[in-house]
């Protein structure tokens, strides 16, 4: 339940907040959450993956659209690879097998994406 709650956040903020970033050009004032999700997606791809779900490359799938929506080239886009890099690689660097405390972050993660991704979509889409 919770993962299908991030995916239909993850998608219905990509449609809500491509017009906001391109009618402001600059930073989007969601930039911080937008890299903390970005961060969550990295850590739910090697996460997911260890604990045995069977979801391929859903979570980087997530990311390239959030990356196709909002920065499609340039030093943003390489901010938002970088952070869902950190999330990816932190976890790697922790967890070689799939533990309790690793289903706990899980479990959090998907919250506190789905949060992000409402409140961004809540708070800038028109």
């Known amino acids: 339940m919770l993962k299908r709650t991030l995916t239909i956040a993850v998608v ?3 449609v809500a907040i491509a017009p906001v970033r391109a009618i402001e050009g600059g930073p989007a004032a969601f930039d911080g959450d937008l ?3 970005t961060e969550i ?3 739910l791809q090697y996460l997911r993956t260890l604990c045995g779900a069977k979801e391929g ?10 990356l196709d929506a909002e920065a499609q080239s340039g030093d943003r886009r390489n901010r938002l690879m970088g ?3 950190r999330g990816y690689r932190g976890f790697q660097q922790t967890y070689r097998t799939c533990t309790p405390a690793a ?3 899980v479990r959090r993660y998907l919250e506190e ?3 992000i991704s409402r409140e961004i979509t809540a708070r800038y889409s028109n």
């Not at 490359?57 to 959030?66: I, T």
């Open 83 to 85: 952070s869902f890099n």
């Open 57 to 66: 490359q859903k979570w980087r799938n997530e990311m390239q659209a959030l």
């Open 113 to 115: 994406g789905a949060k």
């Open 35 to 37: 890299m903390r999700l």
């Open 12 to 14: 219905a903020l990509t």
């Open 103 to 105: 289903d706990v972050v």
């Open 41 to 43: 997606l990295g850590a």
